[in-house]
Nanobody, 124 residues
Framework: VQLQAYGGGLVQAGGSLRLSCRAP???????????MGWYRQAPANKRELLAT???????DYADSVKDRFTISRDNAKRTVYLQMNSLKPEDTARYYC????????????????WGQGTQVTVSS
């Protein structure tokens, strides 16, 4: 099963975007019981974990996006969100979501195969 992210687009530096990622009904229990994460990958770069949210709502963030991005989830809608504020040109990348395993930031790993992601482009 691939989780599909959407909501990307072109935005000017300083602007905001809200990304969404809805889990298919077939993995509802997995979605509800697991930590979810948002990643991004820019050309020639490794995929980077940005933010995670546990099934109970606790969150953690990469330093590069802390205080600018906010992850949230709505279990009833099977959806995880990424609110991105104060966007910078260096935030330009394709963004992905995934189900996570692991207990700490350095242990987190994606469990699902990768969807197509959604492109975010920030112009200067």
């Amino acid at each position: 099963v691939q989780l599909q992210a959407y909501g990307g687009g072109l935005v000017q530096a300083g602007g905001s975007l809200r990304l969404s990622c809805r889990a298919p009904r077939s993995i509802l229990s997995v979605f509800r019981d697991h930590r979810m994460g948002w990643y991004r990958q820019a050309p020639a770069n490794k995929r980077e974990l940005l933010a995670t949210i546990s099934s109970g709502g606790s969150t953690d963030y990469a330093d590069s996006v802390k205080d600018r991005f906010t992850i949230s989830r709505d279990n009833a809608k099977r959806t995880v969100y990424l609110q991105m504020n104060s966007l910078k040109p260096e935030d330009t990348a394709r963004y992905y979501c995934n189900v996570l395993a692991g207990s700490t930031w350095y242990e987190y790993r994606a469990l699902d195969s990768w969807g197509q992601g959604t492109q975010v482009t920030v112009s200067s």
